[in-house]
């Protein structure tokens, strides 16, 4: 029985790929980095995308302009930044904002939102019809306001034509936590993310 929670993050992709996969393989990563998905039950993609490639054999691309035909991919797997903050600490060498610069930011949650957005019309473009969009993501808190940004990233989808299959949450162990965020605390730490499962549709189901 595949359940929709789980510690272990290559449990989830390989329990979607086997649920909702055409061909049972992921073909294309627009936001490759250093390929952490790719263990030996899970196969590197055919196609590699990243606008700062990190490993050999990863094309410079953006996730919002791929260099792909239309409705050519049968499974992509998208795992973008999910933080936002353009505070002064990013340029500092130090271990200050380590989560930030870990994972990578945008300067603002509204450009972070459009860049969700335009990659999201991206892939759908060149996914088979029939298709599915991995997604993963994670809610957060930032300067005291909750975002909670798989909610937002089921709307963009729906208007973009995916049909929203299924959802798997990832519960983590542990999490990187700044000194002070532990003295400053206002809500509930997020211990878990999100792996959306969208399917291409024909038509636009925005309400």
């Given at each position: 029985?595949?359940?929709?929670?789980?510690?272990?993050?290559?449990?989830?992709?390989?329990?979607?790929?086997?649920?909702?996969?055409?061909?049972?393989?992921?073909?294309?990563?627009?936001?490759?980095?250093?390929?952490?998905?790719?263990?030996?039950?899970i196969?590197?993609?055919?196609?590699?995308?990243?606008?700062?490639?990190?490993?050999?054999?990863?094309?410079?691309?953006?996730?919002?302009?791929?260099?792909?035909?239309?409705?050519?991919?049968?499974?992509?797997?998208?795992?973008?930044?999910?933080?936002?903050?353009?505070?002064?600490?990013?340029?500092k060498?130090?271990?200050s904002?380590?989560?930030?610069?870990?994972?990578?930011?945008?300067p603002?949650?509204?450009?972070?939102?459009?860049?969700?957005?335009?990659?999201?019309?991206?892939?759908?473009?060149?996914?088979?019809?029939?298709?599915?969009?991995?997604f993963?993501?994670?809610?957060?808190?930032?300067?005291?306001?909750?975002?909670?940004?798989?909610?937002?990233?089921?709307?963009?989808?729906r208007?973009?034509?995916?049909?929203?299959?299924?959802?798997?949450?990832?519960v983590?162990?542990n999490?990187?936590?700044?000194?002070?965020?532990k003295?400053?605390?206002?809500?509930?730490?997020?211990?878990?993310s999100?792996?959306?499962?969208?399917?291409k549709?024909?038509?636009?189901?925005?309400?």
């Amino acid at each position: 029985m595949i359940k929709s929670i789980s510690e272990n993050q290559e449990e989830i992709i390989i329990n979607i790929l086997n649920l909702h996969s055409m061909n049972k393989k992921i073909d294309l990563d627009p936001t490759y980095s250093k390929g952490l998905f790719y263990k030996k039950n899970i196969p590197e993609p055919k196609h590699k995308f990243d606008i700062n490639p990190q490993m050999p054999g990863v094309i410079k691309s953006c996730a919002t302009n791929l260099p792909l035909e239309d409705e050519s991919i049968p499974t992509i797997m998208f795992d973008p930044p999910f933080l936002a903050t353009k505070g002064p600490s990013l340029k500092k060498e130090n271990t200050s904002n380590k989560i930030n610069k870990r994972f990578g930011v945008f300067p603002s949650e509204l450009e972070l939102h459009q860049f969700y957005d335009d990659a999201i019309r991206e892939m759908y473009r060149v996914c088979d019809m029939g298709g599915i969009l991995i997604f993963k993501c994670q809610d957060k808190v930032s300067s005291g306001k909750q975002y909670f940004s798989h909610c937002k990233i089921y709307e963009m989808a729906r208007c973009a034509g995916w049909y929203p299959v299924d959802l798997f949450v990832l519960v983590a162990k542990n999490r990187l936590i700044a000194d002070w965020q532990k003295k400053n605390q206002k809500h509930a730490r997020k211990y878990h993310s999100y792996f959306w499962v969208f399917k291409k549709t024909y038509k636009n189901i925005c309400i």
